[in-house]
């Protein structure tokens, strides 16, 4: 018999909506949400960019790691991973493997990313080299898509993709 959700962990590509939605389901469930993002930066003391052009990337993903896997005992929590972070092959198993946690993929088509990413280029730099963006998101979809569920969220509203994880939870476990 499967444990029962203690823990909600939300992955997908930028302008999924996983803050966004993150923060809603939390509200929904009286639970904590966390921003794994937010949360790195509180840590260190730093822009996930500074993070990235002071210490480089695998500096960051390794923290990144680490700040997540710390986060997968809390209960009562929902977890807005970054982007990237699904890429780290050992976090990612970490994540399917965690007793208790249900992992959600926020998928949006690339072109749904780019126009709710639109006028944030400033901040998510990616953004302005379009090669790279489309390698970086067919990169990862596979990835993403190992999750316990996936929800298709181009035409849902933050609010109704946090009903239909709600619904999910609320179904019979299957046997």
């Not at 590509?13 to 809603?24: D, E, N, Q, R, Y």
């Not at 695998?58 to 005992?73: A, N």
Request: aromatic fraction near 6%; include cysteine.
């Amino acid at each position: 018999m499967p444990s029962p959700v203690q823990r909600i962990v939300l992955t997908g590509f930028m302008g999924a909506g996983k803050t966004t939605v993150g923060s809603l389901l939390a509200q929904r469930l009286a639970w904590r949400f966390v921003d794994a993002d937010a949360e790195i930066e509180a840590a260190a003391g730093a822009t996930i960019a500074q993070l990235f052009a002071e210490r480089g990337e695998p500096w960051f993903r390794q923290f990144e790691h680490q700040t997540i896997v710390g986060l997968l005992h809390a209960k009562s929590l929902v977890l807005a991973l970054g982007g990237g972070a699904i890429e780290g092959e050992h976090l990612l198993s970490a994540l399917l493997a965690a007793e208790g946690t249900l992992l959600v993929h926020l998928e949006a088509s690339l072109e749904t990313v780019l126009e709710r990413c639109r006028g944030t280029e400033p901040l998510r730099p990616v953004l302005r080299d379009k090669a790279n963006l489309e390698a970086r998101y067919q990169r990862r979809l596979p990835l993403y898509r190992q999750a316990h569920l996936t929800l298709p969220v181009d035409a849902l509203t933050p609010e109704a993709a946090a009903d239909a994880i709600v619904r999910h939870l609320s179904r019979p476990a299957k046997p």
